[in-house]
């Protein structure tokens, strides 16, 4: 699949430094990459109209007739896992990078590129309001082979809504998914909140999903503070087995994504989705 790439400008200067943190050569080529698709920043999701969308075509269809049946992975339960993981084990090389999906779908795809030219998979988790305004990102997540799951339906306060509420979030994200890939993905994770309450806990279970998604490490990247604040936030932070929360939409993330898997590397750390990390 062809990528189409728009150069950007570089993003703003650490604010403790005032200058940005140079990239080890054999980054700069996705240095060069990552400072793209600037200006749209992702907002929270806000109700809109229900949108159906036809299943797309499962990545072998090349662009064919819409395919049949399920060709998207489905959750998994993991034995000896918590119905909510922060994180993976401990004594395994590996971490995964997990993106709230929704904002501006070139810096989406600027991410997913950044990311397999590195050999590295991530965890898309999408908005389902997101979804509807752009189903086609949902083949590009899969066919780099990341995985892709539920983070609500608008993206609200799901810890506070009423139990038919927060029925309604998981569930109609749910179906989008399915009605695309024919799954309704392989994590859930709750919305404006790092952890699930009980109540979300057990409204996931019952749509499918056998776990909630959480995380150790939250990049804070949502707050624009700078694509080496980022890294630094990471990379002080990261070991085997982490799940790092990481967000769609934000030229910070696209600019430290280089730095933060070459780090990644030069520690003998593997990037891969959160199922891999399970596994």
Known sequence: MGRVTTPVPSPPPDPATGTARSVPDRRSALRAGAVLAAGAFATACSPGPTVVHPAL????????????????????????????????????????????????????????????DADAKVTVLAVGTWLDEHPDIVRRILRGGHDLGNHTQRHLAINTMTEAEARAEIQGCADRLRRLTGSIGTWFRPSRAPRASPLVERLARDVGYPHVLSYDIDSRD?????????????????RNGSVVSLHFGYADTVAALPDIL???DHRGLAAVTTTELLS
Not at 73 to 95: C, L, M, N, W, Y
């Open 57 to 116: 075509p499962s990545p072998s269809d090349g662009g064919g007739s819409p395919g049949a049946g399920t060709w998207a992975p489905t959750p998994r339960s993991f034995p000896g896992q918590p119905a909510e993981i922060e994180h993976g084990p401990r004594d395994r090389p590996r971490v995964a990078l997990t993106f709230h999906g929704q904002g501006d779908p070139g810096i989406a795809a600027a991410i997913l590129d950044r990311a397999e």
């Open 222 to 238: 949502y707050t624009s503070p700078g694509a080496p604040a980022v890294t630094r936030k990471v990379t002080d932070e990261i």
């Open 262 to 264: 070459h780090e990644l």
